[in-house]
Nanobody, 124 residues
Framework: QVQLVESGGGLVQPGGSLRLSCAASGLTLDNYSIGWFRQAPGKEREGVSWISKSSDGSTWYADSVKGRFTISRDNAKNTGYLQMNSLKPEDTAVYYC????????????????WGQGTQVTVSS
């Protein structure tokens, strides 16, 4: 069966960095676009970034993370990544990766598979 497993979360000080990984099994990741979402306590889940399955690897970032986060993928390793730099306390959340068959996955309902999430806490 399909599994997405996130890793790389943890506790980091403001201004620090983390790299989240999303390891996929049971599917061929280059057939899917990859999205990252997050949910903070008491808040709704929000989209953070996505990278298209298209050959040009189009990307999108939420305004709140633009310039600080970078999404990437390594299809040979069947893994997606989210590099997070200059982290802020407001980035604290559970981060989820998900996969979509669409080329430009704007909406959560387009995502077929979801990981269990990894906790990111930004605090001094």
């Amino acid at each position: 069966q399909v599994q997405l497993v996130e890793s790389g979360g943890g506790l980091v000080q403001p201004g620090g960095s983390l790299r989240l990984s999303c390891a996929a099994s049971g599917l061929t990741l280059d057939n899917y676009s990859i999205g990252w979402f997050r949910q903070a306590p008491g808040k709704e889940r929000e989209g953070v970034s996505w990278i298209s399955k298209s050959s040009d690897g189009s990307t999108w970032y939420a305004d709140s993370v633009k310039g600080r986060f970078t999404i990437s993928r390594d299809n040979a390793k069947n893994t997606g990544y989210l590099q997070m730099n200059s982290l802020k306390p407001e980035d604290t959340a559970v981060y989820y990766c998900a996969t979509a068959r669409t080329v430009v996955p704007w909406y959560p309902y387009e995502y077929d598979y979801w990981g269990q999430g990894t906790q990111v806490t930004v605090s001094s």
